[in-house]
């Protein structure tokens, strides 16, 4: 079969690395290689239609300001890109997958009127332990610039707050222990990115294998053409 | 459009690595699975490439045997196991309705296995604990929310299940479509198969290429046909017009139909070859009793022809099940009349060779074989009304050791000694994540 991976070096490897030395003497290479999928033969946006595959359910999160916020606020509206992630996640096929897809998505739509003002990304944290909203703010303020379709970052209270949420979305997470018990910090998940329409339904699910930054705006391409009211700039109350 | 596959992830790393400055531990997210065990969805994650730990069989009631109800049998398959070899769980789900194939979810977590008679769609959980699967959801409105019948394949789709139907209600020909379920068991889509450019509407496997956007179907037969007594079916000529001829490429994302391939003679399972840049798929067709390899010609154009004979297609040994090792360099085929799993070197897939042969039983169907291709299971049961009758009507389970060049029986589950009935199809499990994506 093609090779549905491309290994592309990280370019960020010296900082990350020279981070990994103060940090933790046992991590595992960070920013050595991202495992991006590939998928050819992609129909044109527009010639075909997507699923309603599930409906996105609500739920109470918190904002980058420690704002009380539904997660619908953040989807309704626009074409929503969504993924769940948590911010010290280093497995090349996993969360920086789906950073380095949301990054393509979130620059090609910067310059496509289709996209610009009807796309927004949202990463939801899986950790609200160690992804507190002070660190969601600094995530969202290095990936959001006025030029940028809007690119927000949610966490939660406690994981017992976001546990609902997950399972009507279908993630299914485990946080890893060592021998003794203790956690190691690896939060076992499967990567899942959600294309949600205005109206709250997921049209497109994409793990690993499916999850290439072409495939992604393809769809929210051919999302907008059917939703020509989406707009990201006032996020729904 | 423009390629967007360039890695522009700096400004994550950037935000990661403060991430790490600020302290956070080390993380790594399961790797999700470019193929399972060599022959499930691409989509599905936990691939055991390791040592797998249970194994369930979903197996037709019989009549006169234990409780007669279909049922989940759960086989422990740890060596060392004081109970390996054995079942250790079973079960029923109530009555006989054609028991017969089973796919996971993309997670992994859960099982859905069919029946072809009534149609049921039963959802065991497996993740909780894979040694004793336990039922969360039975979907009976397949015939009236869609039209189709006889739900065969069970393919992860994300989010998803897609299941290849058989038949239709109507006429309980062969005329049949794809339906798609969210892992909630909701119905998402109803899509027929294709009844012009030279598509006969038949259905039967499903098998994607993810990288590719392509997904091929198979074709086989209708309700009548499937239910029929099979001594009573090859002998009704009129009967026998009523199977498959064709595959059928299929735009993945759009759920189009890209092309009709004839392939005469119900082309039955497919297998995509996993190594990569080996884009080909390869099946078998039951009645012309012929490998068919698919793959693009000189013009990039997808064909699909005949590469190898399976037996002595004159005496219709009937293949059946197929299984390709994870690297595509051989491929398991059972021929059920005679009883015979043989190897063939897929070395050179336009001309597979027959390499090996062992007698399994008096009648064998399914094939599993593990990632490393170590270990090969077989079953025995093809359909209650197609299975050998009297001493012939063999029911087991029976795994092997392969070494390359000999299969040595390992165990045998005498199914009806056990009392459990007909063994069909099997899937595998393990009960530690990590054990599975080693």
Same mark, same amino acid.
Request: charged share 25%; proline share 6%; with cysteine.
């Given at each position: 079969m093609t090779a549905?991976?491309?290994?592309?070096?990280?370019?960020?490897?010296?900082?990350?690395?020279?981070?990994?030395?103060?940090?933790?003497?046992?991590?595992?290479?960070?920013?050595?290689?991202?495992?991006?999928?590939?998928?050819s033969n992609l129909p044109a946006p527009g010639t075909y239609a997507l699923q309603r595959i599930q409906r996105v359910p609500d739920a109470q999160l918190l904002d980058a300001d420690d704002r009380p916020t539904a997660l619908a606020v953040a989807t309704r509206g626009a074409i929503t890109a969504l993924a769940f992630f948590y911010g010290h996640c280093v497995d090349p096929a996993?969360?920086?997958?789906?950073?380095?897809?949301?990054?393509?998505?979130?620059?090609?739509?910067?310059?496509?009127?289709?996209?610009?003002?009807?796309?927004?990304?949202?990463?939801?944290?899986?950790?609200?332990?160690?992804?507190?909203?002070?660190?969601?703010?600094?995530?969202?303020?290095?990936?959001?610039?006025?030029?940028?379709?809007?690119?927000?970052?949610?966490?939660?209270?406690?994981?017992?707050?976001?546990?609902?949420?997950?399972?009507?979305?279908?993630?299914?997470?485990?946080?890893?222990?060592?021998?003794?018990?203790?956690?190691?910090?690896?939060?076992?998940?499967?990567?899942?990115?959600?294309?949600?329409?205005?109206?709250?339904?997921?049209?497109?699910?994409?793990?690993?294998?499916?999850?290439?930054?072409?495939n992604l705006i393809n769809d929210a391409r051919t999302l907008a053409m059917a939703h020509p009211e989406a707009s990201n700039r006032n996020e729904a109350r | 459009m423009r390629n967007m596959n360039s890695n522009s992830g700096s400004k994550a790393r950037f935000a990661l690595g403060l991430c790490l400055l600020a302290g956070a531990s080390s993380c790594a997210s399961l790797a999700p699975a470019r193929a399972d065990e060599t022959c499930n969805s691409p989509f599905m994650t936990g691939l055991i490439k390791g040592q797998e730990q249970?194994?369930?069989?979903?197996?037709?009631?019989?009549?006169?045997?234990?409780?007669e109800s279909d049922k989940l049998v759960t086989i422990d398959v740890i060596p060392g196991s004081p109970t390996y070899g054995k079942m250790i769980h079973?079960?029923?789900?109530?009555?006989?309705?054609?028991?017969?194939?089973?796919?996971?979810?993309?997670?992994?977590?859960?099982?859905?296995?069919?029946?072809?008679?009534?149609?049921?769609?039963?959802?065991?959980?497996?993740?909780?604990?894979?040694?004793?699967?336990?039922?969360?959801?039975?979907?009976?409105?397949?015939?009236?929310?869609?039209?189709?019948?006889? $739900?065969?394949?069970?393919?992860?789709? +994300? !989010?998803?299940? %897609?299941?290849?139907?058989?038949?239709? /209600?109507?006429?309980?020909?062969?005329?049949?479509?794809?339906?798609?379920?969210?892992n909630a068991g909701d119905l998402v889509a109803a899509t027929p198969m294709p009844l012009d450019n030279g598509g006969d509407g038949y259905g039967y496997d499903i098998a994607i290429n993810p990288g590719r956007n392509r997904m091929l179907t198979s074709s086989f037969t209708g309700w009548t046909n499937y239910m029929m007594d099979m001594s009573q079916l090859i002998q009704d000529s009129s009967a026998m017009k009523n199977f498959?001829?064709?595959?059928?490429?299929?735009?993945?994302?759009?759920?189009? $139909?890209?092309?009709?391939?004839?392939? +005469? !003679?119900?082309? %039955?399972?497919?297998?995509?070859?996993? /190594?990569?840049?080996?884009?080909?798929?390869?099946?078998?067709?039951?009645?012309?009793?012929?490998?068919?390899?698919?793959?693009?010609?000189?013009?990039?154009q997808w064909q699909a022809k005949a590469v190898a004979d399976i037996g002595d297609p004159s005496k219709i040994p009937l293949p059946v099940d197929i299984s390709i090792s994870s690297d595509a360099s051989s491929l398991w085929v059972n021929t059920f009349m005679d009883g015979t799993a043989r190897l063939f070197d897929l070395?050179?897939?336009?001309?597979?060779?027959?390499?090996?042969?062992?007698k399994?039983?008096?009648?064998?169907?399914?094939?599993?074989?593990?990632?490393?291709?170590?270990?090969?299971?077989?079953?025995?049961?093809?359909?209650a009304n197609w299975d050998k009758k009297g001493v012939d009507n063999e029911q087991f389970?029976?795994?092997?050791?392969?070494?390359?060049?000999?299969?040595?029986?390992?165990?045998?589950?005498?199914?009806?000694?056990?009392?459990?009935?007909?063994?069909?199809?099997?899937?595998?499990?393990?009960?530690?994540?990590?054990?599975?994506?080693?």
């Open positions: 549905r991976r491309m290994k592309t070096k990280g370019a960020f490897a010296p900082f990350a690395a020279f981070s990994l030395a103060l940090t933790l003497a046992s991590a595992p290479v960070w920013g050595a290689q991202t495992a991006t999928p590939t998928v996993g969360c920086p997958v789906a950073w380095s897809a949301f990054e393509a998505l979130q620059k090609e739509a910067a310059s496509d009127p289709l996209l610009r003002d009807r796309l927004r990304l949202v990463f939801v944290s899986l950790d609200p332990a160690h992804d507190t909203p002070t660190v969601m703010r600094l995530l969202q303020k290095s990936e959001n610039a006025e030029t940028l379709p809007p690119w927000r970052f949610l966490t939660s209270r406690s994981q017992s707050d976001l546990a609902p949420l997950l399972a009507s979305m279908g993630q299914d997470i485990g946080f890893e222990t060592d021998a003794t018990g203790r956690p190691t910090g690896v939060v076992n998940h499967m990567l899942k990115v959600f294309l949600i329409d205005p109206e709250g339904w997921a049209r497109e699910i994409y793990t690993t294998a499916f999850l290439s930054p072409d | 249970y194994l369930h069989v979903w197996t037709l009631g019989e009549k006169g045997v234990g409780d079973t079960l029923s789900v109530g009555g006989r309705g054609e028991a017969h194939h089973m796919g996971f979810t993309d997670d992994r977590k859960y099982l859905w296995a069919g029946r072809l008679d009534d149609n049921k769609i039963f959802i065991f959980d497996v993740g909780s604990d894979p040694s004793t699967p336990k039922l969360v959801k039975t979907i009976d409105d397949l015939a009236e929310s869609t039209g189709f019948v006889g $739900p065969h394949t069970f393919y992860a789709l +994300p !989010g998803r299940v %897609l299941v290849q139907a058989l038949s239709n /209600k109507l006429d309980h020909g062969g005329m049949t479509g794809l339906i798609t379920y969210n498959g001829n064709t595959m059928v490429m299929w735009d993945l994302k759009a759920m189009k $139909p890209e092309k009709v391939f004839s392939v +005469p !003679g119900a082309p %039955l399972e497919i297998r995509w070859a996993l /190594k990569p840049g080996a884009d080909w798929a390869i099946t078998a067709g039951a009645l012309t009793s012929k490998l068919y390899l698919v793959k693009e010609d000189d013009k990039h070395t050179n897939p336009e001309a597979p060779k027959q390499v090996y042969s062992k399994i039983g008096a009648q064998v169907n399914m094939v599993s074989q593990s990632w490393d291709g170590k270990r090969v299971y077989f079953t025995s049961s093809l359909l389970l029976k795994g092997y050791s392969w070494d390359g060049k000999e299969l040595k029986e390992d165990f045998v589950v005498d199914f009806h000694k056990e009392g459990l009935g007909r063994a069909h199809h099997m899937k595998f499990t393990a009960r530690s994540q990590k054990a599975e994506s080693n």
